[in-house]
């Protein structure tokens, strides 16, 4: 099956998701993780062995309460880098290319180890939750993990307020229009 196919697919079915968790075992209580999937009916489960096959990585399962379905997902960081993160430059997304930078923005400052250090993993909850609320997902706020993150940088406020500020200037606050999320219409 033709890569630019897959792309296709993945464009109008594919999800790009970044979740900020809280894990009491890990440095500052929560945990950013990066998660590619592709959900389809089960018969199209040769369409998600063809994109297994060009990624070379992931797995396919029954999508969780729902047995008409199969999903791709694929979890790991370092496949993400290496695989998945490689293939969507070389075959651009156009619906979902703003979510794609997001994902690769957040998973290229994971493999910087840039959330072992307080300021820095601020700046990436930062990022995160911006990305989510711009898919119109909000499970936490900032001030929910700021308020519960194990060693909190002193200047935490001014640091949200600079991050805050270089999205806007980038246009990614969630309502601004390229924040948006859009889908063509009919005809175009």
Aim: hydrophobic content about 35%; charged content about 30%.
């Amino acid at each position: 099956m033709k890569n630019a196919y897959l792309c296709g697919v993945v464009d109008g079915k594919g999800s790009f998701s970044i979740s900020i968790k809280p894990h009491n075992t890990t440095k500052f209580g929560w945990v950013i993780d990066a998660t590619f999937s592709l959900t389809l009916e089960k018969e199209a489960e040769h369409v998600l062995k063809a994109l297994q096959q060009a990624l070379r990585c992931g797995r396919i399962i029954e999508k969780p309460g729902q047995p008409t379905n199969k999903s791709f997902i694929e979890q790991s960081r370092r496949n993400i880098a290496e695989k998945i993160i490689p293939f969507f430059e070389r075959y651009p997304l156009e619906i979902k290319a703003k979510n794609f930078q997001y994902f690769k923005e957040v998973v290229e400052r994971l493999e910087r180890k840039e959330h072992a250090k307080p300021e820095s993993f601020l700046r990436l909850v930062v990022l995160t939750i911006t990305y989510n609320e711009a898919k119109g997902q909000k499970e936490y706020t900032i001030n929910d993990i700021l308020s519960s993150m194990k060693y909190k940088p002193k200047n935490a406020e001014q640091i949200i307020k600079e991050e805050l500020d270089k999205l806007s200037k980038r246009g990614l606050l969630p309502g601004s229009p390229e924040a948006i999320r859009r889908t063509p219409s009919e005809g175009e």
